[in-house]
Nanobody, 128 residues
């Protein structure tokens, strides 16, 4: 079992940047593919970005391409989401997620049902 804790959210203005972190504890962090999801009020949870076990493969939702960067540091058991040029539409609770994978897997996953471990979320609010 892995425990996930997000941090780094806050209130920023449009155009600002934020870096979210997801700290993992429990089982070996590098046994998991990871992802960032978000849920805005009244909307369904959606994928933001995903990353493979090694970090060598990444996926971004179309609206995030070029603005967000997902990364991970397996030595620190931490995943990151660098968010630049934030827009009011980015306002949401951001969740990190993990799913068990085989060592050396190069796969990433971007569907909610593919993940079986979730953090509690961190609020990101972008004012116009």
């Amino acid at each position: 079992q892995v425990q996930l804790v997000e941090s780094g959210g806050g209130l920023v203005q449009a155009g600002d940047s934020l870096r979210l972190s997801c700290a993992a504890s429990g089982r070996t962090f590098s046994s998991y593919a990871m992802g960032w999801f978000r849920q805005a009020p009244g909307k369904e949870r959606e994928v933001v970005a995903a990353i493979s076990w090694s970090g060598g493969s990444t996926y971004y939702a179309d609206s995030e391409k070029g603005r967000f960067t997902i990364s991970r540091d397996n030595a620190k058991n931490t995943m990151y989401l660098q968010m630049n040029s934030l827009k009011p539409d980015d306002t949401a609770v951001y969740y990190c997620a993990a799913r068990d994978v085989s060592s050396y897997s190069t796969a990433y996953y971007y569907r909610i049902y593919e993940y079986n471990h979730w953090g509690q979320g961190t609020q990101v609010t972008v004012s116009s």
